[in-house]
T-cell receptor, first 114, second 111 residues
């Protein structure tokens, strides 16, 4: 596809369950970002991947959150033992390279933890 | 990255130009001005960016003052689909990995 895609578009889960969110970046983009956005709030940076470099995990809120990027393309964000405060829209973005890049965002995954 | 200040909300009549201001008085010489917008229930969308010179693309124009302490995003002929929150971001080329979105300006285009 031409843009960043994410799946699922919506996810409802019970507290304590694990969830996996997927991001397919734009082909050829070496940089990939995960953010989350709570209702009415700005973006909260979670993690960043650039090529084969070690990811920047400085934004992950707890050790329940992890992400991987396989083959330099698709990325999966995993939240273990979900809590109600994890409810948010999880956004993925990609860019050609780090630096003066334009980040292209996917439509997001709306996560609701009951 | 420098802090930006934007009005919380603005209205614009359909078909008219929408002029969205942004103050970035602490901007440094190597920082660029970026504009993104977020339409309800969608991911953020890149609009335009610039360093010193005014810029124009198919979506908008960006006017940066000579001292670079403020800028204006211009949507020349606003449509109802331009209703969104508009974010002005200032950042360095080698800045933090993430984008920081403030509260932005909520633009409402009125029919």
């Amino acid at each position: 596809g031409a843009g960043v895609s994410q799946s699922p578009s919506n996810k409802v889960t019970e507290k304590g369950k694990d969830v996996e969110l997927r991001c397919d970046p734009i082909s050829g983009h070496t940089a990939l970002y995960w953010y989350r956005q709570s209702l009415g709030q700005g973006l909260e940076f979670l993690i960043y991947f650039q090529g084969n470099s070690a990811p920047d995990k400085s934004g992950l809120p707890s050790d329940r959150f992890s992400a991987e990027r396989t083959g330099g393309s698709v990325s999966t964000l995993t939240i273990q033992r979900t809590q109600q405060e994890d409810s948010a829209v999880y956004l993925c973005a990609s860019s050609l390279e780090r630096g003066l890049e334009t980040q292209y965002f996917g439509p997001g995954t709306r996560l609701l933890v009951l | 990255d420098a802090k930006t200040t934007q009005p919380p909300s603005m209205d614009c009549a359909e078909g008219r130009a929408a002029n969205l201001p942004c103050n970035h008085s602490t901007i440094s010489g190597n920082e660029y001005v970026y504009w993104y917008r977020q339409i309800h229930s969608q991911g953020p969308q890149y609009i335009i960016h610039g360093l010193k010179n005014n810029e124009t693309n198919e979506m908008a124009s960006l006017i940066i003052t000579e001292d670079r302490k403020s800028s204006t995003l211009i949507l020349p002929h606003a449509t109802l689909r331009d209703t969104a929150v508009y974010y002005c971001i200032v950042r360095r080329r080698s800045g933090a990995n993430n984008l920081f979105f403030g509260t932005g300006t909520r633009l409402t285009v009125i029919p």
